[in-house]
Nanobody
Framework: QVQLVESGGGLVQPGGSLRLSCAAS????????MGWYRQAPGKERELVAR???????NYGDSVKGRFTISGDKAKNAVYLQMNSLKPEDTAVYYC?????????????WGQGTLVTVSS
């Protein structure tokens, strides 16, 4: 069984910064990719940033130049540094992991962490 634990959300003023963390634990053979997605009220879930095992990185267009994703293979963790935050970044942020376990290949979502950007 694999568990994801997210942390780091909260309330921040426009222009501020936050750092999200997500760590996977359990019967993990390998992690193929880890990423962050977000869903704002009334909108579809969208890609924020994703990093693969080989180090390839993708960002959603709306966060390029402001957000940075990084990973720690030893800790099975992924981080999202969010700078120059805007009110439109307000959403629930979800960690997603593509992982190989004793049960085979799994795609797992975290419970979500709320980020609110407001003055």
């Amino acid at each position: 069984q694999v568990q994801l634990v997210e942390s780091g959300g909260g309330l921040v003023q426009p222009g501020g910064s936050l750092r999200l963390s997500c760590a996977a634990s359990g019967s993990i053979f390998s992690i193929n990719a880890m990423g962050w997605y977000r869903q704002a009220p009334g909108k579809e879930r969208e890609l924020v940033a994703r990093i693969t095992r080989g180090g390839s990185i993708n960002y959603g267009d709306s966060v390029k130049g402001r957000f940075t994703i990084s990973g720690d293979k030893a800790k099975n963790a992924v981080y999202l540094q969010m700078n120059s935050l805007k009110p439109e970044d307000t959403a629930v942020y979800y960690c997603k992991v593509n992982v190989v376990t004793t049960q085979g290949y799994l795609e797992l979502w975290g419970q979500g962490t709320l980020v609110t950007v407001s003055s």
